[in-house]
């Protein structure tokens, strides 16, 4: 604790007495200050015990006293030691009286005691305030490293807890919450996610102050990691606010955690250079291997139902969706497998898990975003496109890639985020007739037969339409049209002359007949 204003007048040394303002002893006080100016309060910087011996006041002026006091006061001036003997063999009445209006502490300081002594006592009550508090800075930093390689994050959060009397909490790179200490604070921290959020926008290393949930607590955050992106956060809350040897703490704390978390980066990137050469045995069929290379990292992913993901997309949004899927990993403790490639992202996910939930609130966040022109607007080149295989297995990794890569191409033609292989298999082929490519094509072959349609010489759009929906049954079509048979054998005969392609050749029948889809929009 610093020095107050009770320990002074308690230090035997000293022989301080208490004239005004017994009742406010108790506050701190931050430095000694001889002056005798009329005002002193220009060189006050609040917190100090002024000692005067009226050298330059009216001391037995009423008025002036209320006035002196009052901006003493003002200026955050803790108390008075008033000098007797000197000028005054005691301290007027008038300065007693005000000081006791104001609330001032006002101690008289007897002839014999000089000063001197008391800014001694003062500093020497600040050095060992400070003393004790560097100790217990170094104690709790000693605490803070043996549970960082006892105990991990947990550790550190469980000891910071403890340091500083109140919760911590650790956030990863999404904002969500990792760990807490105490476990009833898990509660508070989830409350500040968002503030989190905010302080994940400013450049690393960042800090803020704010209010706990219902004011309970008083909270700092501060970002962790070295890069330009935090990597994660920590939440401090405390009833007030935090002491010398306390703060001590509390950048231990974010050290150690940041060195775990730049740490993990290592171990991070040596997983992915891992997983790119157990993908790559994947995609050649040669799962064995590969599970021998994953070893315990990837081995219970290769042993379920996986989902193959790519993603093509600029380097700000992958890195968006990889921080959301492994945070989403992370919390429900499932393998995953991420590599990057370039421009592009390649995920195996287990089938139904949280990752894969991640991926598609990620996808649909940015589908909503870009319907909001000041969120995103329109799709951009680099935008995100994502293709998600149906559910596979190791043996069958490279169909899974492949459905995976059909899904991303379907999914830039249609201008969509994300696109699912199931979703493809599941449907028609027909609303890939919308392609222009497709209509263009279409337009192309049908075009004779409109042409002749124009003349007014016949109806062959039509006749064709109605002979292949019957697949070539001649009585079935003709009673559609109403007309006989023979007319309808004539029309057919003429649309072969036109387009120069015989009916009898199923690749016609198909390609006409899906050219009609196209054509008319059904």
């Known amino acids: ?124 009550a600040i050095a060992a305030d400070q003393y004790r508090a560097v100790t217990a800075g ?81 909270v700092e955050l501060h970002s962790l990691g070295t890069g330009r992106r935090p990597r994660a956060a920590l939440a401090v809350g405390t009833a007030s606010a935090l002491g010398t040897a306390e703060r001590y703490a509390v950048h231990s704390a974010i050290a150690l955690l940041t060195l775990t978390t730049e740490r993990s980066r290592s171990l991070r990137a040596a997983e992915q250079r891992v997983g790119a050469a157990v993908l790559r045995m994947l995609l050649a069929g040669q799962p064995d291997h590969a599970r021998g290379v994953a070893g315990d990292l990837y081995g219970g992913l290769l042993d379920a139902p996986f989902r193959m993901i790519v993603a093509d997309a600029g380097a700000e949004l992958l890195a968006g969706l990889t921080e959301a899927v492994e945070s989403a990993a992370a919390r429900a403790g499932e393998a ?91 449907g028609s082929v027909l609303p890939l007739l919308a392609d222009d490519a497709v209509k263009a094509f279409a337009d192309g072959l049908l075009r004779a037969l409109h042409e002749h349609d124009a003349t007014g010489r016949g109806d062959l759009v039509a006749s064709l339409r109605a002979w292949l929906s019957r697949h070539g049954q001649w009585d079935a079509a003709a009673a559609d049209l109403g007309v006989h048979r023979h007319t309808l054998r004539y029309r057919m005969r003429r649309v072969e002359e036109i387009l120069g392609r015989s009916l009898d050749d199923p690749d016609v029948r198909m390609e006409l007949w899906l050219a009609l889809k196209a054509t008319s929009g059904e």
């Open 1 to 124: 604790m610093p020095p107050t204003l009770a320990s002074l007048v308690h230090h035997s040394a000293l022989k301080l007495t208490v004239r005004a303002g017994e009742d406010r002893l108790d506050v701190p006080v931050r430095w000694a200050h001889v002056s005798e100016l009329a005002d002193p309060v220009p060189y006050m910087e609040g917190g100090e015990l002024l000692l005067i011996t009226a050298l330059k006041l009216d001391a037995e002026d009423p008025e002036a006293m209320r006035r002196y006091v009052k901006r003493l006061v003002g200026a955050g001036v803790v108390g008075l030691g008033f000098a007797v003997g000197v000028n005054y063999e005691e301290i007027p009445g008038a300065l007693v009286e005000a000081a006791e209006q104001e609330g001032l502490p006002l101690l008289e300081v007897p002839r014999r005691t000089p000063f001197l002594a008391i800014s001694k006592a003062v500093s020497a």
């Open 138 to 218: 170094f104690a709790a930093q000693r605490e803070l490293t043996r549970q960082a390689l006892n105990a991990g994050p947990e550790g550190v959060l469980a000891a910071l807890a403890a340091q500083v009397d109140g919760w911590a909490a650790l956030y990863d790179a999404s904002g969500a919450v990792v760990a807490t200490a105490p476990e009833w604070a898990g509660r508070r921290a989830a409350r500040l996610t968002a503030e989190v959020e905010r302080l994940r926008e400013r450049p690393a290393p960042a800090s803020s102050v704010v209010g706990g949930p219902d004011n309970e607590d008083r």
């Open 336 to 426: 995953l497998l991420v590599v990057p490639e370039g421009e592009r992202l390649v995920v195996l996910a287990a089938d139904a898990g949280a990752a894969v939930g991640a991926c598609v609130e990620y996808a649909a966040a940015r589908e909503a975003a870009r319907a909001v022109p000041e969120q995103g607007g329109a799709a951009e080149e680099d935008d995100l496109v994502v293709g998600m295989s149906a559910p596979s297995g190791p043996i069958a990794a490279a169909a899974a890639y492949k459905q995976a890569e059909q899904a991303l191409s379907v999914a830039r033609r249609r201008g969509r985020v994300l696109v699912e292989h199931e979703q493809l298999a599941s």
